[in-house]
């Protein structure tokens, strides 16, 4: 077999890095491809915070002269610093269904960053838990929702062939609007009027004050998920150009801020799943049409993603969480949403699991992050 890698050090290399996916899932009818630019942008070191900080190498795969895999090499220095370790991680890893050529790939990450001297890999992730992760393991007869991945099941056996383990699963849950449970929601209501009674209300995300509340949504992530598995506080260049990218999906209808005597103590966010106007959209590409289509049906979909539900530590178990589920469960049913995926959520948080449970939600997805130890 004619097979060689290639590091990606041109622009038209990078395009073809993107592209890549989009001639290898053609034929997957539940195939979602990325936005171009924002790929774009976010493999630029130009205009992506996450290079500050942290190098990224990313291989494509050739054999006989056509491109059949890709993948990323990242060392994520902000994440060693956190958790005093030596973890690399791999993500970006798309290949066509040939263990040979996966082998080659994953070789490739693997001696990068064997020369930086890590103990360690973990992945996929797209660059880190921040932004997209996990191997998807079941739930292939679905498309995905927006921001959440997406993969053939063979590359499960590659990945585990190569010598990865298991290191933590990510659970997707869906929840119908038309299954949820009534008595969670009555429950919600209460919780809300008991924590009025203590100075702790709920509110809508304030779009005209964006830039005040994105500095306090900041400094309540970074406390809220500080002890999760995996986790890797936001610079304030990341949390800002994510949520410069947000922007335009946000809607305070379905984001939600907890506050005690003003001070912002947890907050919720659901986005639109525009996955389902991408879905047939052709590489990715925003044409002028697309772009209108996008812009009128972003908040006409017929499903949402519960994207991040966050509660400082001394205020949980308080209800703040279960009121956070029936707001949007409630906003869902008043538009006629058929349901939402609360995603991902860690299998050991078992807090969030059973809120989801308690609402009838069903697990309908696992994703899978896998690890490799190298000394």
């Not at 890095?17 to 630019?37: C, G, Q, R, S, T």
């Not at 838990?129 to 499960?156: E, H, K, Q, R, W």
């Not at 539900?309 to 205020?315: A, K, M, P, S, T």
Request: proline share 3%; glycine share 6%; charged share 25%.
């Amino acid at each position: 077999m004619n097979t060689h890698i290639k590091q990606v050090n041109s622009k038209k290399e990078l395009k073809q890095f993107i592209d890549f996916p989009h001639d290898l899932y053609k034929n997957d009818a539940n195939y979602v491809p990325e936005i171009y630019m924002g790929m774009k942008e976010l493999l630029d070191p130009e205009k992506n915070p996450f290079f500050e900080h942290s190098e990224v190498q990313l291989f494509l795969a050739f054999k006989d002269g056509k491109i059949c895999g890709r993948i990323a090499a990242i060392l994520n220095r902000n994440y060693n610093a956190y958790h005093n370790s030596n973890v690399g991680f791999f993500g970006f890893f798309d290949v066509i269904e040939n263990y040979q050529v996966a082998e080659v790939l994953l070789d490739a990450a693997k001696s990068w960053l064997e020369a930086k001297e890590v103990s360690q890999i973990i992945g996929p992730t797209n660059f880190s838990t921040n932004d997209t992760a996990g191997l998807l393991i079941d739930g292939f007869d679905l498309p995905p929702m927006v921001m959440m991945t997406y993969n053939f099941s063979y590359y499960i056996d590659f990945v585990e062939k190569y010598g990865f383990k298991k290191e933590m699963d990510l659970f997707a849950y869906f929840l119908d609007t038309q299954k949820v449970s009534d008595k969670s929601l009555r429950v919600a209501k209460t919780f809300e009027d008991r924590l009025k009674t203590k100075g702790i209300t709920i509110r809508s995300l304030n779009l005209k004050n964006w830039d005040e509340e994105i500095k306090k949504l900041k400094v309540v992530y970074n406390k809220a998920w500080e002890n999760n598995w995996g986790f890797v506080p936001f610079t304030d260049a990341e949390f800002y150009h994510l949520a410069e990218g947000m922007k335009m999906l946000a809607d305070p209808r379905f984001c939600y801020i907890a506050e005690d005597q003003r001070e912002m103590i947890a907050f919720s966010i659901t986005l639109p799943n525009i996955n389902e106007i991408m879905i047939g959209t052709k590489k990715g590409r925003l044409f002028p049409f697309t772009i209108f289509k996008l812009l009128l049906k972003r908040f006409k979909t017929k499903t949402v993603r519960i994207l991040a539900l966050g509660v400082i530590e001394e205020y949980r178990k308080k209800g703040i969480e279960a009121i956070f589920f029936a707001k949007n469960i409630q906003e869902a049913k008043r538009r006629g949403i058929k349901g939402g995926e609360a995603s991902w959520i860690l299998e050991n948080n078992q807090m969030m699991n059973q809120g989801a449970l308690n609402l009838n939600g069903e697990k309908y997805k696992t994703y899978r992050l896998y690890s490799l130890n190298l000394k």
